[in-house]
């Protein structure tokens, strides 16, 4: 069982760029929740996708848009970065309605310069 | 809504001896309660968790942690560290109804000193 994967591990982009990471759930989850952490902070969550729509949202701005595969892998995708979007961002895969615990990935560190 | 808060943002602590790293949350509805720890350059770890039942929850590798619903905190406790315990240590909790959807802390980082 690989886990969850994430790709790419690092990033580097351009203010006003956009950029888009994907994630693998854990094998057997069909949900997935991602995740924003800032340096020296604790994750924010971001969105998350069950049966391939948007189920839950948190404070962010539209900027952040997601998509979920039949496959149950996802993407997050950020528009018109800004330098505050520097973060590590963290997909977590889960089986939905267990409660129990989220699996995360590694994350991808991205740098906006 | 869910806030969790952690009262120290470091903890200095000599190998083998006990850590306890405090943790209190606020929440209007029934939660479940999570601790994760973070290595460097990793990601996020399930440490122990509560969902119901007995109020105090261990891990495989020593630590435990006590739900105390009165006092709306969930601290976890070692009573002898490692060096390789050296980590980022995250509370959350998670709202009974929010399927997974977790609110953390701010962290908790512990050094392990020789």
């Known amino acids: 069982d690989a886990g969850v994967t994430q790709s790419p591990t690092h990033l580097i982009k351009t203010r006003g760029q956009q950029v888009t990471l994907r994630c693998s759930p854990k094998?057997?989850?069909?949900?997935v929740s991602w995740y924003q952490q800032a340096l020296g902070q604790g994750p924010q969550f971001i969105f998350q996708y069950y049966e391939e729509e948007e189920r839950q949202r948190g404070n962010f701005p539209d900027r952040f848009s997601g998509h979920q595969f039949p496959n149950y892998s996802s993407e997050l995708n950020v528009n018109a970065l800004l330098l505050g979007d520097s973060a590590l961002y963290l997909c977590a895969s889960s089986l939905v309605g267990s409660n129990t615990e989220a699996f995360f990935g590694q994350g991808t560190r991205l740098t906006v310069v | 809504a869910q806030s969790v808060t952690q009262l120290d943002s470091q903890v200095p602590v000599f190998e083998e001896a006990p850590v306890e790293l405090r943790c209190n949350y606020s929440?209007?509805?029934?939660?479940?309660l999570f601790w994760y720890v973070q290595y460097p350059n990793q990601g996020l770890q399930l440490l122990l968790k509560?969902?119901?039942?007995?109020?105090l929850v261990e891990s495989i590798n020593g630590f435990e942690a006590e739900f105390n619903k009165s006092q709306t905190s969930f601290h976890l406790r070692k009573p002898s560290v490692h060096i390789s315990d050296t980590a980022e240590y995250f509370c959350?909790?998670?709202?009974?109804?929010?399927?997974?959807?977790?609110?953390f802390g701010g962290g908790t980082r512990v050094l392990v000193k020789p």
């Open positions: 929440s209007s509805v029934s939660v479940y």
């Open positions: 509560y969902l119901s039942g007995s109020t």
């Open positions: 094998s057997g989850h069909d949900t």
């Open positions: 959350a909790v998670s709202a009974k109804a929010a399927g997974n959807k977790l609110t």
